[in-house]
């Protein structure tokens, strides 16, 4: 089981539970974040298929938002990022979150697209 702190904040308690503090200062405006953050997971993840996260801030309600909008929908939805900019946060790159998974699980070691 993987287990990765990525609330931003080291925490005793998780890390006496095994989690591996894994903090982050990201640019949502860059077009390569989702490779860049697969690339990050994939090194701290491995084969293992069971990880237990902790996500930043109120990022546990998003995380809830989209899996049940794949439950509703069947498929992931686009998430329109927002970003800063002249006079405050302004739209950013649409990120296909199908898109994003699809490239994701074509990366996996050992896999063999036919």
């Not at 491995?46 to 989209?66: I, N």
Request: charged share 20%.
């Amino acid at each position: 089981m993987v287990r990765l702190n990525m609330s931003s904040h080291p925490n005793r308690h998780l890390a006496d539970l095994g989690f591996v503090d894994l903090f982050l200062q990201v640019d949502l405006a860059d077009p390569q974040l989702p490779q860049k953050l697969r690339d990050i997971l994939t090194n701290h993840i491995g084969d293992d298929s069971d990880v237990v996260l902790t996500p930043p801030g109120l990022a546990p309600l998003a995380v809830l938002t989209v899996t049940i909008l794949h439950g509703i929908t069947g498929s992931f939805p686009r998430i329109q990022t927002l970003v800063r900019g002249d006079g405050g946060f302004v739209p950013g790159p649409i990120w296909d979150l199908n898109q994003i998974r699809t490239d994701a699980r074509m990366q996996r070691q050992g896999m063999i697209a036919l």
